[in-house]
């Protein structure tokens, strides 16, 4: 089936940073790979990824540390960088990708591996596991990311940053923490060829079924919303959930259409504006940069965002 959208939606995106328009070009008009991939390399010498790596400090971090200051830190800044799209074998991203692994799970070969991954939040985990597989710099340290993560699964099938942590145990899985984890297993499985996919395939599936019995952003007992912020869009999200990031993950892996994600389908069209396209509606306090674009106007990055979700729904 063709997926069809306003052509003057479309060209506005199409307007818009290199960063929206290859990903226009790949995910809703599906054109050819030389001709997105071409636009793709723009990322590296103009507008949003530009200027991003424009600002790497010298000894190859981001804002003076590895994860604070948020939101100008180096992990935080690769995240960005990520979303971006820009090409995987980035010098300068993988340099600053390497420090972010050195940090959270020891240098290549170190005995402190597993010691410092038995530590570290789940949430940072599952960052490490987007930047080590996407910019191809793990050097041996994803078999232990893996482990760690597969480890660390709740009974319910998702994960909490609070496990292992001081303090009473978490029964109940975070969304938060399950997204970060789950864009990096989901990572691993398309890039990086670990021959671990059938445990991650399995791991992932648990976690979507933990949230489809949230139905995204709903308690399984009540039915009632989990978190008002849940319901209001953000970009960029940073380690936070919301029912677009949900969606955006079930739609990238051509999940079925299963009834219970109805209800946040029924959010996206809700959230959608007049004019055809959708808003940034919450922004997370810290220091940035520079915004990509302001709270409450037209997103190109959400809109994007929603209409990727929209063609998986709809066909």
């Given at each position: 089936?063709?997926?069809?959208?306003?052509?003057?939606?479309?060209?506005?995106?199409?307007?818009?940073?290199?960063?929206?328009?290859?990903?226009?070009?790949?995910?809703?008009?599906?054109?050819?790979?030389?001709?997105?991939?071409?636009?793709?390399?723009?990322?590296?010498?103009?507008?949003?990824?530009?200027?991003?790596?424009?600002?790497?400090?010298?000894?190859g971090?981001?804002?003076?540390?590895?994860?604070?200051?948020?939101?100008?830190?180096?992990?935080?800044?690769?995240?960005t960088?990520?979303?971006?799209?820009?090409?995987?074998?980035?010098?300068?991203?993988?340099?600053?990708?390497?420090?972010?692994?050195?940090?959270?799970?020891?240098?290549?070969?170190?005995?402190?591996?597993?010691?410092?991954?038995?530590?570290?939040?789940?949430?940072?985990?599952?960052?490490?596991?987007?930047?080590?597989?996407?910019?191809?710099?793990?050097?041996?340290?994803?078999?232990?990311?893996?482990?760690?993560l597969?480890?660390?699964?709740?009974?319910?099938?998702?994960w909490?940053?609070?496990?292992?942590?001081?303090?009473?145990?978490?029964?109940?899985?975070?969304?938060?923490?399950?997204?970060?984890?789950?864009?990096?297993?989901?990572?691993?499985?398309?890039?990086s060829?670990?021959?671990?996919?059938?445990?991650?395939?399995?791991?992932?599936?648990?976690?979507?079924?933990?949230?489809?019995?949230?139905?995204?952003?709903?308690?399984?007992?009540?039915?009632?919303?989990?978190?008002?912020?849940?319901?209001?869009?953000s970009?960029?999200?940073?380690?936070?959930?919301?029912v677009?990031?949900?969606?955006?993950?079930?739609?990238r892996?051509?999940?079925?259409?299963?009834?219970?994600?109805?209800?946040?389908?029924?959010?996206?069209?809700?959230?959608?504006?007049?004019?055809?396209?959708w808003?940034?509606?919450h922004?997370?306090?810290?220091?940035?940069?520079?915004?990509?674009?302001?709270?409450?106007?037209?997103?190109?990055?959400?809109?994007?965002?929603a209409l990727r979700?929209?063609k998986?729904?709809?066909?």
């Open positions: 089936m063709q997926f069809t959208e306003n052509d003057e939606l479309i060209a506005w995106l199409l307007a818009g940073d290199p960063a929206i328009r290859w990903q226009t070009l790949r995910d809703l008009l599906d054109r050819p790979e030389p001709e997105w991939q071409a636009e793709r390399q723009l990322t590296l010498t103009a507008g949003w990824g530009a200027r991003f790596l424009s600002l790497q400090d010298a000894d971090r981001w804002g003076g540390g590895i994860y604070s200051p948020k939101w100008i830190s180096t992990t935080y800044t690769l995240l960088l990520r979303h971006i799209g820009i090409p995987r074998t980035c010098p300068a991203a993988q340099r600053g990708a390497r420090l972010v692994l050195d940090d959270f799970a020891g240098e290549p070969g170190s005995e402190q591996t597993s010691r410092k991954l038995a530590a570290l939040d789940r949430c940072l985990a599952g960052m490490a596991l987007q930047l080590g597989v996407y910019f191809q710099v793990e050097e041996g340290r994803l078999d232990a990311i893996l482990d760690n597969l480890g660390e699964r709740l009974p319910d099938g998702a909490n940053c609070r496990k292992g942590k001081h303090g009473p145990q978490p029964v109940h899985s975070s969304f938060h923490t399950t997204f970060n984890v789950l864009e990096g297993v989901r990572d691993a499985i398309e890039l060829g670990t021959p671990r996919c059938p445990q991650l395939l399995e791991a992932e599936a648990g976690a979507l079924e933990f949230m489809l019995q949230h139905r995204l952003f709903k308690s399984h007992q009540t039915g009632q919303v989990s978190e008002p912020v849940f319901t209001q869009f970009f960029p999200y940073r380690w936070h959930y919301d677009l990031r949900g969606l955006e993950t079930f739609a892996l051509g999940a079925p259409r299963d009834p219970r994600l109805q209800d946040a389908i029924d959010l996206l069209n809700q959230r959608r504006r007049k004019d055809g396209t808003p940034v509606q922004k997370y306090s810290g220091l940035i940069y520079f915004d990509m674009e302001k709270t409450g106007g037209p997103s190109r990055w959400n809109t994007l965002r979700v929209l998986w729904w709809n066909q």
